[in-house]
């Protein structure tokens, strides 16, 4: 039933794909491609609440396929693998001629899902640069380093749109989840929240940190207990010794106030040390030929382009469905 699943919503993915490529309108194939993202996000915890369940989990996918010339390029591809819950890297070899490619790892959706959107924001950032050129910069290279400025401050705002949609949707899942607790506290019933898109997150990369290791699937997740345990005696051991010092100083008020001092001044000499060592090596470093780009201002001007590539979750759901049909 699993692998029914999961060839249905790659079959999803890929009309989808076909329409945001085939759509002359650049909002709606925006909105097209972000539907992909919704289709997986329900997707993941639909298969994570199973597998909980069950103790099964989906097979790792690891694609490779070319391209990423460009940093903004990697950093478009890693936002969106990340998103969609996959690990990725890069490769570029060492030998005359070698290209770079993306690396791809996880679910086969996941990983169908990263290319689709990968591929579509890529080409829609393209589009938008060239644009730019023939009108700003007529008759010039579409690859002056002005025209690269533009493609990554497009590329940067098109991210920062992506990550703070995701972090909004797992703020509204907190927030949910937290109203659950206090209804189920007043009620004096002690239940488990439901999955929620971190829950998803944390087994995805559990799973992939197994696979890249050659790892028995779960151990990244024992691993993670491990520590969270760790970590919890570590911090209640810390507030122990707090609650100790606090009672010391209470008993030994002249001692606490010579310590505390002591304790202010190297913390004002510290930070004077450091604003200095930083403000000394600004002077000293040239800048990248990236930070150059980015006091460009074909940099903001292509930051403002990122802004109409529509990333507006919302679709007309009787046209969604003639389409997914």
Excluded at 128 to 134: C, D, F, G, L, Q
Excluded at 241 to 267: F, N
Aim: with cysteine; hydrophobic share 35%; proline share 2%.
């Amino acid at each position: 039933m699993e692998d029914a699943r999961m060839e249905a919503i790659v079959a999803k993915v890929r009309k989808l794909l076909a329409l945001a490529e085939g759509n002359a309108n650049e909002h709606e194939a925006a909105v097209a491609a972000m539907k992909v993202q919704e289709l997986l996000e329900a997707y993941n915890l639909d298969m994570a609440m199973i597998g909980k369940k069950t103790g099964t989990h989906a097979p790792r996918k690891d694609e490779r396929t070319e391209g990423g010339l460009y940093k903004w390029q990697r950093n478009m591809w890693y936002a969106v693998a990340s998103l969609n819950f996959c690990t990725y890297w890069y490769i570029k070899g060492n030998t005359a001629g070698s290209t770079y490619e993306h690396r791809i790892l996880g679910s086969h959706a996941n990983v169908v899902g990263t290319e689709v959107m990968a591929r579509y924001l890529e080409q829609a950032i393209e589009r938008i640069a060239r644009n730019w050129v023939r009108e700003n910069r007529p008759g010039k290279s579409v690859f002056i380093k002005e025209a690269i400025a533009f493609r990554e401050g497009a590329a940067e705002r098109i991210t920062n749109k992506l990550w703070n949609a995701r972090w909004e949707h797992e703020k509204a899942e907190k927030a949910k989840q937290q109203e659950e607790r206090e209804r189920n506290r007043a009620r004096g019933v002690d239940t488990e929240n439901a999955l929620v898109l971190q829950d998803v997150v944390n087994t995805e990369e559990d799973l992939n940190t197994d696979h890249l290791n050659g790892w028995e699937p779960g151990t990244s997740a024992r691993n993670r207990k491990d520590r969270e345990a760790r970590q919890a005696a570590a911090e209640a051991a810390a507030v122990e010794l707090l609650r100790q010092q606090d009672e010391w100083d209470a008993a030994h008020p002249k001692e606490a106030a010579e310590r505390k001092a002591r304790e202010a001044k190297k913390q004002r000499d510290d930070l004077e040390f450091y604003q200095l060592d930083n403000a000394k090596k600004r002077r000293d470093r040239k800048p990248t030929a990236a930070e150059e780009r980015r006091r460009l201002h074909s940099f903001s001007e292509g930051y403002r382009e990122g802004d109409k590539v529509s990333l507006n979750r919302q679709i007309d759901k009787e046209e969604a469905s003639k389409q997914l049909r």
